[in-house]
């Protein structure tokens, strides 16, 4: 069931999804110097623009669809398409003060011991630094953190918390429910929700679970709970789920 609704939500989105491809396709072929001539008028059902305006409204509030070029593309008046970008706030003071993200950032503030760097003590555990003998037994150095972690690529880099990421993994798991997956998170910079990218900074858009103490944050909750409970365009991010620093079942706050 979880898995046909994600399907759904996100069909409207793959037209655009493989007219970006086609488009960095053919902008590898054009910095290659290749003499192959491709006619991006000929994809079908995809939606051509030259300014945001010239883009349908999305049917879908979490994104908004905007006119945009393959990633990476040099040229800026490269053919253009519609495409569905992520305009979730993330911002707890967006929400009512019954909602779950602002009642669990409330929580936060309250456990100030949560987001301490404690590497120096604990050693070398899940988030923190190999020491002259590596990591933990059991553990490795992620490749792009350096920090001890497991060694399944599928999963967050494990990171110790420090005091200026006060509650992101509050606002991470709500981006992460809203969106029905676990590759999304808040970047406070913007204040919106995106998927995240490895590599870039904690709390700026970068991918990442907060493991204090050497564990993983409570406040994340297993993706298959984050599928079941999704809500998809219809659900209400007032509700978003969010598990709890007591390490209690995640609980769902109806909004006000």
Known sequence: MAIDVIRTQTAGRHRAVAALAAL???A???AAGCSVLLDPERFDDVVRCHYDDDCPASDD?????VC???DGHPDRSFPKVCAPSPVQSCAPSDYAGGSTIRGRVGDAREHPEQYVDRCDELGAVHGCPPDDD???AGLVAHPVSGRCDDDDPSTPPALMPQPSVEAQDVLDQFCRSVFCNPEFVCNRQTERCTSCVLGDPLGRGGCGDLYPDGKRSTIYVPDEDIF???GGPDGDPEDALIGEFEGGPPQRIEGE
Do not use: E
């Open 134 to 136: 590596g990591c933990t």
């Open 61 to 65: 509030p979490r994104y908004a669809w």
């Open 228 to 230: 079941d409970a999704c």
């Open 68 to 70: 945009t070029v393959a």
């Open 28 to 30: 590898a072929l054009t």
């Open 24 to 26: 960095a396709a053919l």
